[in-house]
């Protein structure tokens, strides 16, 4: 089959690195579904994976590495086990860091980490979702323990940092119309603050200037929650000044830097990580991601949850690098999706 990413002989690193090649199709274990992919998704993962190929070799590469970690396609085989889908269906998902993703041609993916693709929506479209809506599910309902529809939660403030990427898209709607809270989501341009807004935040504020300042400007003297998405490190001293007591904070990116969690501990803050991979990787109550995708599915059918911004390339190497770049440019607005359906043919995007 077809692939782009990191050949046998390449090392990870920079995007001059990812190529197109020809390798076996992937070997199916007794769960796994074969997916003939139709378009896949891009997140900051994929530049991380690329860099670093974390939960691989590191140095020159003996097997070829395959980034992608959004895909929608048509389930091309079954393994011995499979119960849940059938050959034909149309399907989503993230897969995990630990296998091959969706930059090629066919990806095998455990079933129960594998949801129906929404039927309102193209493959394309559908591309975009997996990743960023378990990310913000999971950050949401688990990491910060919120209970859906809960009047308990009515006037308590969520700040989303930042809030027009793909997580914080989902995040924002998820928080205001499912959990009935007042978001504050951050941005930097206005073109950013104006998707949050119409995404259901009820305030923004630009996260290149301090936090605190700008709530008591909009009078609001904390907030009861944070959903950070930025290197964990660089606002948490200003989580810990405007967080309020017995208030929460979940994070999904990494740091290389110490945390100071004991300026959390005189107001009881609780602090959580949110990796959607965790599931996959560890083999644990992985269920809960079909359960996630098929529910998100029929949010989406119903116009209650939308799309983000999209932005829909050729499914090429040129594309791929392309979209990397504009990746770790931290200026992407919404997601990318590299689709092998006809760009022109399709609208909504």
Same mark, same amino acid.
Request: charge should be neutral; aromatic fraction near 8%.
């Given at each position: 089959m077809k692939a782009i990413g990191l050949n046998a002989g390449a090392q990870p690193g920079d995007i001059s690195q990812l190529?197109?090649?020809?390798?076996?199709?992937?070997?199916?274990?007794? *769960?796994?579904?074969?997916?003939?992919?139709?378009?896949? &998704?891009?997140?900051?993962?994929?530049?991380?994976k690329r860099q670093k190929n974390m939960m691989g070799e590191s140095g020159t590469l003996t097997a070829p590495v395959v980034m992608g970690y959004d895909?929608?396609?048509?389930?091309?085989?079954?393994?011995?086990?499979?119960?849940?889908?059938?050959?034909g269906d149309k399907v989503f998902f993230a897969g995990t860091l630990n296998r091959n993703?969706?930059?090629?041609?066919?990806?095998?993916v455990d079933e129960r980490i594998v949801g129906h693709a929404p039927q309102s929506l193209s493959l394309t479209q559908a591309a975009a979702i997996p990743l960023v809506l378990l990310t913000a599910w999971e950050g949401l309902l688990e990491g910060l323990a919120l209970t859906a529809h809960d009047?308990?939660?009515?006037?308590?403030?969520?700040?989303?940092?930042? &809030?027009?990427?793909?997580? &914080?898209?989902f995040v924002i709607q998820l928080a205001s119309q499912v959990l009935s809270l007042d978001v504050i989501a951050t941005a930097s341009r206005p073109e950013s603050a104006e998707a949050c807004v119409a995404l259901g935040a009820k305030y923004t504020i630009n996260h290149r200037e301090p936090l605190k300042p700008q709530l008591e400007?909009?009078?609001?003297?904390?907030?009861?929650?944070?959903?950070?998405?930025y290197d964990t490190?660089?606002?948490?001293?200003?989580?810990?000044?405007?967080?309020?007591?017995?208030? /929460?904070?979940?994070?999904?990116?990494?740091?290389?830097?110490?945390?100071?969690?004991?300026?959390?501990?005189? /107001? *009881?803050?609780?602090?959580?990580?949110?990796?959607?991979?965790? *599931?996959?990787?560890?083999?644990?109550?992985?269920?809960?991601?079909?359960?996630?995708?098929?529910? &998100?599915? /029929?949010?989406?059918?119903?116009?209650?949850l939308?799309?983000?911004?999209?932005k829909v390339l050729p499914f090429d190497l040129e594309s791929l690098r392309s979209a990397h770049t504009e990746q770790e440019s931290g200026k992407a607005i919404g997601k990318t999706v590299l689709t092998r359906e006809s760009i022109e043919s399709k609208s909504g995007y």
């Open positions: 190529s197109a090649f020809e390798m076996p199709l992937p070997d199916l274990q007794p *769960r796994d579904l074969l997916v003939k992919i139709v378009a896949c &998704g891009l997140n900051p993962v994929d530049t991380k895909g929608a396609g048509v389930v091309e085989k079954v393994g011995s086990e499979c119960s849940l889908f059938k050959v993703g969706t930059n090629s041609e066919y990806t095998a009047q308990k939660n009515a006037g308590k403030k969520l700040l989303a940092l930042p &809030g027009a990427g793909g997580v &914080g898209s400007k909009l009078g609001i003297d904390g907030v009861d929650y944070v959903f950070n998405a490190s660089v606002y948490f001293d200003q989580y810990a000044e405007i967080v309020k007591p017995l208030g /929460k904070i979940v994070s999904i990116v990494e740091t290389d830097k110490d945390l100071p969690l004991t300026k959390l501990m005189v /107001k *009881r803050i609780t602090f959580s990580w949110e990796l959607m991979f965790t *599931r996959p990787i560890f083999g644990v109550d992985m269920e809960n991601q079909g359960f996630i995708l098929n529910t &998100g599915a /029929k949010m989406i059918d119903s116009g209650a939308k799309l983000p911004q999209l």
